[in-house]
Every structure is written in structure tokens, then in C-alpha cells.
């Protein structure tokens, strides 16, 4: 599967952005979806996930009850909703595929999308 992400954008201190997460090549039903971060200097984190089918979320402490990860297979997309925008939200957010698990190294990974947030 074929991963292409959009959305980012420069943004204020307490805007919102949705990063969409298209996929192509064939179904992300059955795959986890995750998005990832890289701020400079600092490692990439994972920030929100999805199961498949049942769509479970887990998402990163520091953005709990901000972002909200969410599906629509019919689209073959996978969304981030990111709320309440902080400036040390600002990275390059990644999205990542895993079939039927949270394998991420052995699955697909899109381009990035810049998100900065601007105090």
C-alpha cells in the first residue's frame, strides 16, 4: 500500500489542522494506521493509531484529549484531527501502515506533511 500525506500547515497557538492520510494501491481495512512526528533534533514519536477493522485508537500522552485519530475505509483514508495546537506540536508528521499489526518498520510510510504551530 502507497501512502500520501496532506494537511500540514502553518498555524497559531491553539488553531486546529486535519492531516489526511490517503492510501492507494489496495485496501487499508485491514491495516493499523499510525501518525508519527520528528521534531528537529528529536526522535520520531508515535503520536496517534488505529486498529484495523474494530478502529481502537492509542494515542501519545501529550496529545490525548487534543487529536483524535479516525478512519474512513470507504475513502481509503485515515485522518488526524489535531485541536488546541501547541507550538512544540510542531514537526513533520508522518503516517504508517502495518498489516494487521503495530509493526511499523516492516510497513508502509508516506512523505511528510510540516505542521508549525507559531506562539
Known amino acids: 500500500v502507497q501512502l500520501q500525506a496532506f494537511g500540514g500547515g502553518l498555524v497559531q497557538a491553539g488553531s486546529s489542522l486535519r492531516l489526511s492520510c490517503v492510501a492507494s494501491?489496495?485496501?487499508?481495512?485491514?491495516?493499523?494506521v499510525g501518525w508519527f512526528r520528528q521534531a528537529p533534533g528529536k526522535e520520531r514519536e508515535l503520536v496517534a493509531a488505529?486498529?484495523?477493522?474494530?478502529?481502537?485508537?492509542d494515542y501519545a500522552d501529550s496529545v490525548k484529549g487534543r487529536f483524535t485519530i479516525s478512519r474512513d475505509n470507504a475513502k481509503n483514508t485515515v485522518y488526524l484531527q489535531m485541536n488546541s495546537l501547541k507550538p512544540e506540536d510542531t514537526a513533520v508528521y508522518y503516517c504508517?501502515?502495518?498489516?494487521?499489526?503495530?509493526?511499523?518498520?516492516?510497513?508502509?510510510w508516506g512523505q511528510g506533511t510540516q505542521v508549525t504551530v507559531s506562539s
Open positions: 494501491g489496495r485496501s487499508i481495512s485491514s491495516y493499523a
Open positions: 488505529i486498529r484495523w477493522r474494530g478502529g481502537s485508537t
Open positions: 504508517a501502515a502495518s498489516f494487521l499489526s503495530y509493526s511499523w518498520d516492516r510497513g508502509s
